[in-house]
């Protein structure tokens, strides 16, 4: 882990920053509870494609989602150096599947750049900002939006 | 002030709970089971709820109780007979009552009119009775008791005034004002009893209340406090006495009689018992004389030593509730001397208005945030899984089942369990919390629809979780009123069917496959199929041309929009109802369905799961998963020959289970685990058995065994997901899924999918 890299002005936000295939991601650290090595998960039926299972986090089923697959890339292989990153996203406790957890980054407002108009639908959708630093491009991860709407099956 | 609100949420608290004892107190007395312990039980709870009430000034609630309150006193000690019409009465007035309750808590409001109207009622009972009281100024008090108090009762909300220090209604008053009614109240018979109590009566417990009270049952009484002698704060000593009452009092009855009321104080307190009247301005002079040497010379009281003549309104207040205890005087007025015992009763709590006593003979309650108890749960839970883990563990170690080890072991996973059916107990709480709800519910709607009805309630006791108990009310409540209003025909039509004029509904729990199942039958005329499906055609919510089944067109009733009353009713026909009541009990993870038989009634049936309940399943492997299928669902297990796997149109085959045919379900193809099944032979068959009686062999790898499980909730996280119940830890530490046996018929069944399911016709 690197020292953070800017000092703290005012406002500071604190940032994990993580690895997608070949881009860098983040999320507030306010929200993360842990951070757990790959173990593998229970295959939930019906579900999308992203979601790879539930797995037993001190006797909470807790979902884990694939952030490559959810943002629109390719689904993940997971390797012995795979990580999820537990979030708490609204009411919802979850695991997000990333390749690997860089560093932590201190930044200010003035640093984040509202999400550049591109096509991609998910990017707009998942995307709260970029965040520039060091000549690296971060997207900040918009918690809420990753899990679906809870919705009750009519079975 | 939050304190005070706390207090008032534990007093709503308890009145559920009081509501409930008087509900199940009247309807055992309308069993005939009208012993003195039921009415005593019944008389509490609206004592209780009534002194509670006056703690937080809710007046309105107040009032109704205390008229409740006095016929039950009546009833209680056998003035007035307990007949059927009284119970009805008085099982009427219960629900007026409740809904005070519900009305002082902010839900909902009272028809004012119909509660004056129900206390004018009560009041009628217990007056026949007041009659034959000798005094002449009973008829001048009775009638001002029938006149004045559906005003008192219905209309009076601004306030405490006037009208609540007398009740209008009692025969006692103690404004001076008054007087002038009793002119007539022979001088021979009036008393005037001064009472100077000494500060070792308080000490001795004693309490001037209770005297007054005493007193009050020899006769109307006048009592007039005399606060003079009473220091400045900075000088109050609060061990001392300082007051003194004087009581004029109109009585038949001795100066005996009146003595032995202080019997108990004798020496305690200064008393003078003098006949006739004593005009007020005598006495305070008598009591100032008395007073005066009490105060300390050189302690300034040049206030205290005035004469002042004026009745203070503070003591007066303090007596509402000896007054308002007292309000069977008139009724117990003809006897001679009512036993002092059975007339403490009720004014100790009426002097303590804000000591709730929990009724209930020897039973302790206690009240636990059930936030502990669901961390408690949790943690349980953990540990069962701990448990099996270890076992799992020390197991592949290979150590002896006789070693010390794996027999401690062994009792660890005894207690475990132990401590894990212990815990779950405390969340359990039959469904009677609930149910107990009905039956109110059920005249109501009987009376408003014109129908007879009786309600059946079986399996009461069936327990459930807290937390479902608290979401069964809304759904039995709709399914009770379908039940009756569209169910149900007229009296003159059941009477024309040849059948008993008074329909039955039945409202049952039970457990079955692992949840909670409650049925609401009734004996009505059954669905009519052809107008629900020409009006489900007509509303456009399904295509004319679709062939249904029977059991379809049943439930389509489900589907939003639906109403098939011919007019709207004050209980149903909004077309509001049942798909509601569908949606909120899917969100639940349960199920509602209907059956229906015409000319005989319909059922309900509601399926919910026992949330955190603990369950026995079988552990089997479906494509390289562990699932979980519960023990309840599964009638037996057996391993296929390939004789008995019959194909059946293009995809589908049966297995020949003796002499009947059972559609084969392969788990893992439905639950998308894989997309080609093996052969059926090389798997283990599950024959199940679903809610509505269906049955279906399901397809498994293999079976690993008979396990406890703790579900675990797959919503919590991420959303219920179809074809799985819920979710759980196994030993190894893996979550497994727990099978929903319903759903995954549900899923493979063949043939037109219901068309009260859009989701499953796109799906399809």
Redesign the interface.
């Known amino acids: 882990m690197n020292e953070p890299t800017h000092i703290a002005s005012k406002e500071t936000r604190e940032l994990i920053s993580f690895r997608v295939g070949e881009q860098e991601y983040c999320v507030d650290i306010m929200a993360v509870r842990e951070i757990r090595g790959w173990s593998?998960?229970?295959?939930?039926?019906?579900?999308p494609a992203y979601?790879r299972?539930?797995?037993?986090l001190?006797?909470?089923?807790?979902?884990i989602m694939d952030l490559a697959c959810r943002i629109g890339m390719q689904t993940t292989e997971p390797n012995v150096r795979s990580v999820f990153i537990v979030v708490q996203a609204g009411d919802?406790?979850?695991g997000l599947l990333v390749d690997a957890v860089s560093d932590i980054l201190s930044i200010t407002d003035e640093m984040c750049q509202p999400t550049p108009d591109i096509a991609c639908e998910n990017v707009r959708h998942f995307v709260r900002g970029i965040i520039s630093i060091e000549g690296r491009m971060i997207s900040e991860i918009s918690l809420d939006r990753l899990?679906?709407e809870?919705?009750?099956?009519?079975? | 002030m939050d304190e005070l609100e706390a207090i008032k949420v534990t007093f709503f608290q308890e009145c559920e709970e009081l509501l409930a004892d008087l509900e199940g107190g009247l309807l055992a007395m309308q069993d005939g089971n009208d012993d003195g312990d039921t009415v005593n039980a019944v008389f509490r709870a609206v004592h209780s709820i009534k002194g509670g009430a006056g703690a937080f000034g809710l007046e309105p609630l107040v009032r109704f109780a205390h008229v409740f309150e006095t016929l039950l006193d009546a009833l209680r000690s056998n003035e007035i007979p307990s007949t059927p019409d009284l119970t009805a009465v008085l099982l009427r007035a219960s629900d007026v009552l409740a809904d005070h309750v519900s009305a002082a808590r902010g839900l909902g409001t009272v028809d004012m009119a119909a509660s004056a109207a129900m206390a004018a009622e009560l009041k009628i009972w217990t007056d026949p009775n007041a009659a034959p009281a000798p005094a002449a100024a009973a008829p001048v008090e009775t009638s001002q008791y029938v006149d004045a108090a559906p005003i008192v009762i219905g209309a009076d909300d601004d306030g405490m005034d006037d009208d609540d220090l007398g009740f209008d209604f009692q025969p006692m008053t103690i404004s001076l004002d008054a007087q002038a009614e009793d002119a007539a109240v022979l001088e021979d018979n009036v008393w005037t009893v001064s009472i100077r109590p000494k500060s070792d009566l308080y000490r001795k417990a004693n309490e001037t209340a209770l005297l007054l009270r005493e007193l009050s049952r020899l006769g109307p009484v006048q009592a007039t406090l005399d606060d003079s002698a009473l220091p400045a704060l900075e000088f109050l000593d609060p061990e001392a006495a300082y007051v003194t009452w004087s009581v004029r009092l109109e009585t038949e009855q001795g100066e005996e009689a009146i003595r032995e009321v202080f019997e108990f104080v004798d020496g305690d307190c200064d008393l003078e018992i003098t006949r006739g009247e004593a005009p007020v301005a005598d006495v305070l002079a008598s009591l100032l004389n008395v007073a005066a040497p009490a105060p300390e010379p050189e302690t300034a009281f040049e206030t205290a030593s005035a004469p002042e003549t004026a009745l203070i309104e503070a003591p007066v207040e303090a007596l509402a509730p000896v007054v308002e205890a007292a309000a069977p005087a008139p009724v117990t007025a003809p006897a001679p001397a009512a036993p002092p015992v059975a007339a403490n009763a009720p004014a100790a709590p009426a002097a303590k208005p804000a000591q709730i006593d929990v009724p209930g003979p020897g039973q302790s309650v206690i009240r636990v945030d059930p936030e502990r108890i669901d961390h408690l749960i949790d943690l349980v839970g953990e540990l069962v899984i701990n448990q099996a883990m270890l076992a799992q563990r020390v197991g592949e170690y290979g150590i002896a089942p006789s070693s010390n080890l794996a027999m401690g072991l062994d009792e660890l996973e005894q207690l475990t369990r132990q401590i894990q059916d212990s815990v779950m107990a405390i969340r359990a709480q039959p469904v009677k919390s609930v149910f107990q709800r009905m039956p109110r519910l059920v005249r109501e709607v009987a009376n408003m629809t014109g129908k007879q009805a009786r309600l059946v309630m079986d399996g009461e006791n069936t327990e459930v979780d807290k937390t479902v108990i608290e979401r069964l009310a809304d759904p039995i409540t709709h399914m009770l009123r379908n039940a009756i209003d569209h169910g149900l025909e007229s009296p003159e039509e059941r009477k024309a069917a040849g059948k008993n004029p008074e329909g039955v509904v039945r409202l049952a729990a039970l457990h079955r496959s692992g949840r909670i199942v409650i049925e609401v039958q009734d004996d009505g005329k059954g669905i009519n199929r052809e107008r629900v499906l020409s009006i489900a055609v007509k509303k456009g919510l399904i295509s004319p041309d679709l062939t249904l089944t029977d059991e379809e067109i049943d439930n389509l009733i489900f589907l939003p929009g639906f109403s098939t009353a011919d007019k709207i009713s004050d209980v149903s026909g909004r077309g509001v109802g049942m798909d509601v009541v569908k949606r909120s009990v899917q969100a639940l993870g349960g199920r509602i369905s209907i059956t229906s038989r015409p000319g005989l009634g319909s059922t309900f049936t509601l399926s919910l799961p026992l949330t955190l309940a603990v369950l026995d399943g079988m552990v089997v492997d479906v494509a390289g998963e562990t699932l979980v299928i519960p023990l309840a669902c599964i009638v037996e297990s057996l391993r296929p020959k390939a004789e008995e796997i019959r194909p059946l149109g293009p995809t589908g085959s049966v297995l020949a289970v003796r002499d009947s045919f059972v559609p084969l379900i392969d788990v893992g193809l439905t639950l998308n685990y894989r997309t080609t099944s093996p052969p059926a032979t090389d798997g283990v068959v599950l024959l199940v058995e679903g809610e509505d009686g269906s049955r279906a062999a399901l397809v498994a790898d293999a079976i690993h065994g008979q396990r406890q499980v703790v579900i675990k909730s797959l919503e919590q996280n991420y959303q219920q997901v179809e074809g799985v119940a819920a979710a759980t830890i196994l030993g190894d530490g893996r979550v497994a899924l727990i099978l929903d046996v319903d759903a995954v018929i549900n899923l493979r069944r063949r043939g037109p999918p219901l068309p009260s399911d859009p989701t499953l016709i796109a799906a399809e």
């Open positions: 593998p998960a229970t295959t939930l039926p019906q579900s979601m299972g539930v797995i037993n001190r006797g909470a089923v807790l979902p919802r406790t979850v899990l679906p809870r919705e009750a099956l009519a079975a």
